[in-house]
């Protein structure tokens, strides 16, 4: 917790020893003897991932109003097909002005 309230203060001065990690080798058969047969893991520090999840979760409510709308990738309650709705109908928008131009040019 103590590092919480001094991560939330900014006085936290080395962030090296959060981001420090501890890297291992699983086995993927038995007799592993070649590198192909180790696959590669990443512990990280534990703090950090409590960090990154405080900031997630109060970051949350805010995404709406920080990310476009255009935007939908990790946006909970949007979707892609919101994003061909907007290209499809910016694209018929356009087609509508491009067909009047056309006919005030006549």
Not at 74 to 92: C, Q
């Amino acid at each position: 917790m103590a590092v919480m309230l001094e991560l939330h203060r900014n006085k936290f001065l080395s962030f090296g020893l959060l981001n420090s990690s501890i890297i291992t080798l699983l086995h993927k058969k038995e007799c592993s003897l070649e590198v192909a047969d180790f696959r590669p893991i990443n512990l990280i520090h534990g703090a950090v991932k409590i960090f990154a999840k405080v900031l997630a979760v109060r970051l949350a409510p805010l995404l709406p109003a920080l990310v476009s709308q255009v935007q939908s990738a990790f946006i909970s309650r949007r979707s892609i097909h919101e994003n061909f709705k907007f290209v499809h109908n910016t694209a018929r928008v356009f087609a509508q002005e491009e067909s009047l131009v056309g006919v005030d040019e006549n």
